[in-house]
Structure formats: structure tokens, C-alpha cells
């Protein structure tokens, strides 16, 4: 596998590449725009670790298969072994986190879902995870207070502050942990905002993650 873990120094960190657990219609505004009901527990999905990659290559997918939406993501990394963790255990599993994208081939996911069947076919695809280099936890103040925003070709698409999610955290970490159990390597996408749409050839993507006097970017762009 080409992917690996990285830290925003440029480093390798010693986690293989895991699954990814992710959060659906974890922003009330997003799960209105797509008229989808306002999940009570979280809505949880898997994708393979073979979907990763590296937000410095380009993406790309199955154009045959219909559009593919961008949905912009707060991610994070997990560092230890989590089943049923208390909330101190949880956080302390945390190693760092990015900002990736959960591609989505819409035109799928919406056949699928008129079927009642699973989504992976529409969000699993290899490559369907451009993930960002992973800012260390102890390097972010709040976790909680997080601005994420996505422009594509200098227009803004998404934008978000963490404290809209409908939950946190602390939340996914101990949910996804007593479903799935999860490991070293392992990635917990936390939900997109409202604002998902098609991505075009030559598109240029800008992610931003702020935070109070902090600031962290990351780029890449659809294959031409």
C-alpha cells in the first residue's frame, strides 16, 4: 500500500494504515440538504484501509459509475487499542488530527439506498479517502472549537465549527469503539457539513482547520 501515516513535520508514524469508521449526518444542516431524518445514535459506516490516500495525490474515480461529491471531514487518529474505553481512555487513544474527504459516487449511494441496501459500493472505492498529514492532539487547544472549511477553486463550499456537530468526539470515539473495537492505525471521520456537491475535472480543493491562533492547510486537486 502506497499510503502511510504522517505527522505535518513530513514524519512517518508507526501505525499501519487501518480501517476508516465514519460518521453519516453527523451535522443536522447536511442531513436536511440531502432530506435524510436526523440520526438519534450515530450513523456508522466503514471504509477499507485501501480506500486512503496521501492528499497529495490526485483524485480520481470511477466516472462510469455517475458524480462523485466531496464531503469534508475532521478526522482522527487512533493510537491504541479501544473496546468499550472509559471517556479518559478515549481521548488519550487519540493521536493526532486532519482533514480528509469522504468521496462519495452519489449517483450510487442514491440507487443503493432506494434498494434499502448498504452504501460501501458508493464509499468505499480505492482512493475515496484523500487524508491530510495528522496535527499531534497536545498541539491543539480545543478540539471542540474547531473552524473546518473547504474552497474549491477559490470559492468557499464548506464550511463548519465543530461544536455543530450532533456528536462529539468524545461520542464517535466510544460508539465506534463498542461496535467495531478499534485499533492502532485506525481512522474516525467525524461527519460532513452542509455544502457537499460535484467535484469536476482540474478542480482545485483548499482545506482549512482553525482553531484559536491556529491555523493548518492542506491542497489537492481532481485529476485533469
Given at each position: 500500500?502506497?499510503?502511510?501515516?504522517?505527522?505535518?513535520?513530513?514524519?512517518?508514524?508507526?501505525?499501519?494504515?487501518?480501517?476508516?469508521?465514519?460518521?453519516g449526518?453527523?451535522?443536522?444542516?447536511?442531513?436536511?440538504?440531502?432530506?435524510?431524518?436526523?440520526?438519534?445514535?450515530?450513523?456508522?459506516?466503514?471504509?477499507?484501509?485501501?480506500?486512503?490516500?496521501?492528499?497529495?495525490?490526485?483524485?480520481?474515480?470511477?466516472?462510469?459509475?455517475?458524480?462523485?461529491?466531496?464531503?469534508?471531514?475532521?478526522?482522527?487518529?487512533i493510537?491504541?487499542?479501544?473496546?468499550?474505553?472509559s471517556?479518559?481512555?478515549?481521548?488519550?487513544?487519540?493521536?493526532?488530527?486532519?482533514l480528509?474527504?469522504?468521496?462519495?459516487?452519489?449517483?450510487q449511494?442514491?440507487?443503493?439506498?432506494?434498494?434499502?441496501?448498504?452504501?460501501?459500493?458508493?464509499?468505499?472505492?480505492?482512493?475515496?479517502?484523500?487524508?491530510?498529514?495528522?496535527?499531534?492532539?497536545?498541539?491543539?487547544?480545543?478540539?471542540?472549537?474547531?473552524?473546518?472549511?473547504?474552497?474549491?477553486?477559490?470559492?468557499?463550499?464548506q464550511?463548519?465549527?465543530?461544536?455543530?456537530?450532533?456528536?462529539?468526539?468524545?461520542?464517535?470515539?466510544?460508539?465506534?469503539?463498542?461496535?467495531?473495537t478499534?485499533?492502532?492505525g485506525?481512522?474516525?471521520?467525524?461527519?460532513t457539513?452542509?455544502g457537499?456537491?460535484?467535484?469536476?475535472?482540474?478542480d482545485?480543493?483548499?482545506?482549512?482547520?482553525?482553531?484559536?491562533?491556529?491555523?493548518?492547510?492542506?491542497?489537492?486537486?481532481?485529476?485533469?
Amino acid at each position: 500500500m502506497s499510503y502511510q501515516h504522517k505527522d505535518i513535520y513530513g514524519r512517518l508514524l508507526p501505525f499501519s494504515p487501518g480501517k476508516l469508521v465514519c460518521a453519516g449526518r453527523n451535522y443536522r444542516a447536511h442531513a436536511e440538504e440531502l432530506g435524510n431524518e436526523v440520526p438519534d445514535q450515530p450513523m456508522l459506516f466503514i471504509k477499507p484501509a485501501s480506500a486512503l490516500q496521501s492528499m497529495t495525490k490526485p483524485i480520481q474515480w470511477p466516472q462510469v459509475l455517475g458524480s462523485c461529491h466531496h464531503e469534508l471531514e475532521l478526522c482522527l487518529l487512533i493510537s491504541k487499542h479501544l473496546e468499550c474505553p472509559s471517556p479518559k481512555q478515549a481521548m488519550e487513544a487519540v493521536w493526532g488530527y486532519t482533514l480528509g474527504l469522504d468521496l462519495t459516487l452519489r449517483d450510487q449511494q442514491n440507487l443503493l439506498k432506494a434498494k434499502a441496501m448498504p452504501w460501501e459500493r458508493a464509499k468505499s472505492f480505492a482512493g475515496s479517502a484523500p487524508m491530510g498529514s495528522f496535527i499531534p492532539a497536545g498541539e491543539i487547544n480545543s478540539v471542540r472549537d474547531l473552524q473546518l472549511e473547504l474552497q474549491i477553486n477559490g470559492g468557499v463550499r464548506q464550511a463548519a465549527e465543530t461544536n455543530a456537530m450532533i456528536f462529539n468526539v468524545l461520542e464517535l470515539i466510544c460508539e465506534a469503539s463498542s461496535t467495531f473495537t478499534l485499533q492502532p492505525g485506525d481512522i474516525i471521520m467525524t461527519g460532513t457539513p452542509a455544502g457537499v456537491g460535484s467535484l469536476r475535472r482540474g478542480d482545485e480543493l483548499h482545506l482549512q482547520l482553525q482553531g484559536a491562533e491556529q491555523h493548518w492547510t492542506w491542497k489537492t486537486r481532481v485529476a485533469g
